[in-house]
């Protein structure tokens, strides 16, 4: 078997929208299904849901915004790989999503959930497309001193996702 | 895109400790609040949470033992991808763990969670890293026996995780 | 031992506040940490987190707003019984919440989540009270027609909660 | 507040359906959710979901079986209490399905499942009526001998529930 390995760039303009990338099944009844979890998850949410499906070669979208419906549904598109899935959301962030995510009963997996820059390794056989992996923005290059530990409490204190 | 393939070693003196890794997002937030997590989950349990963040580029680690602290912040370092955790304990097995870590708002997967002698696996691409996959000790050369089956049962029960 | 059967009104101004009723344990550390998740669940949430304590006899109250950290700890101390918690929020629906704080370490059980009159039911002993129920809104009297299932389901569709 | 105990019998003609009485929320959204998370946990799964709204005073109900969808309908009205489901099916157990229920995001707790005769406990006020309890079958007068637990395991071997 012949194994190739593709990176796909994500399209997100001024990466203002969230992203969140897994597999699935039974991509008929899940495009919308998953789409109906997320709207219990936060009030206003505007969210598409793209997921890629083998037989007929197709990539299904639902969404309640035209311009994340079309750049879900490009993005999952590129990525090619089968039952793939691409959410792409705004006024939601991932930490109040993502629990309803995984509990969807035909989700296997989350690879990604974020906002920055992202790229997706793909494995590519005769047969079709596997994700192996998400670059999820710039790779670190030191560990935090003692007063980048107290910024980032401060900080996640000013925004309101810590008590003092 | 070019993308080279990356292998990190695990560092885990005599694998003593348990390591689970994983994707997450929202380090800031994540850092201090996965190690809570885990502070409920095991009582007397030591542990450090080490994340990486793509702006600014650095590990951030919160834990309440120095050395795990040290190797915890180290392991993810030397992995670099963004958004990437590690988990380094003592006094808890993953078994303990695992649904409290699966169950977290802001995690999107595990990739392993073992105390074997571990080798991450990483793409690399021009914007940073993505995990890819994780070596979690040496691969099995042959099934087991009957016999073999009946002494992991008896081992099993033995130490406690089985009635008779 | 004597058990006496006592109702408590939930004080609810123009029933505008969502209300969860529950039993946890270990206040001193809920009463934060299930404040702290409730903010991970919708963003710009307003919500107040008050549980009851045995040792000391104490209501703790952890809020982001005034009126409703009053009347989260004043409900909470009318019906009394330890380790049980009351949640008033807005902002948000119990459909976006109610995951999150099943899935909390130190939570036990939800009585009851809506913003119906409410009357809870209590068991008061000797030693202290027991929830064993919560009246939520008034009883029914009759099966749905197919018209009011038609109804029904349009009115969801119209609110966002359902494609057709 | 005058507080009455009402005990209402579930009607199961020769206890051949499975039982499931929980509380939860949003009935217009939860009638039909609930039913389609049912369907995703057994194939072939046949099933009524009844729950009781406060206003309008009516019981919902959604089905894919005319007897089980009149049986649901007319216990959880028998109940009355606002909020209150009924789950009636059969070719499915509560274990194949109860984990799909719990995390459903409306439901708050669940009182009961099983295939025993049952009696629900209410407590009844002038605004309405809250389930207090449930009677799951006869009550038990000793406790088991050595041999019955031998045979009980046995029996959970035989029907293929454990791995000798």
Avoid: W
Wanted: a negative charge.
């Amino acid at each position: 078997m012949t194994i190739k390995t593709v990176g796909v760039k994500i399209e997100n303009p001024e990466i203002k929208y969230q992203v969140i990338i897994g597999q699935a099944n039974f991509s008929i009844f899940t495009t919308d299904n998953l789409f109906m979890t997320m709207l219990t998850t936060v009030p206003g949410i505007k969210c598409a849901v793209a997921m890629n499906e083998a037989v007929p070669k197709l990539t299904r979208v639902t969404a309640n915004d035209p311009e994340l419906e079309k750049l879900a549904a490009k993005n999952a598109l590129a990525i090619g790989a089968s039952h793939l899935f691409v959410i792409m959301m705004e006024k939601a962030f991932p930490l109040n999503v993502l629990p309803h995510v995984k509990n969807h009963p035909a989700v296997c997996t989350i690879f990604v959930a974020s906002a920055n820059e992202m790229e997706v390794i793909i494995a590519e056989t005769d047969l079709g497309r596997a994700v192996i992996g998400v670059v999820d923005g710039t790779a670190v290059d030191k560990i935090e001193t003692t007063e980048q530990k107290m910024e980032r409490r401060e900080l996640t204190e000013k925004i309101g996702y810590k008590i003092s």
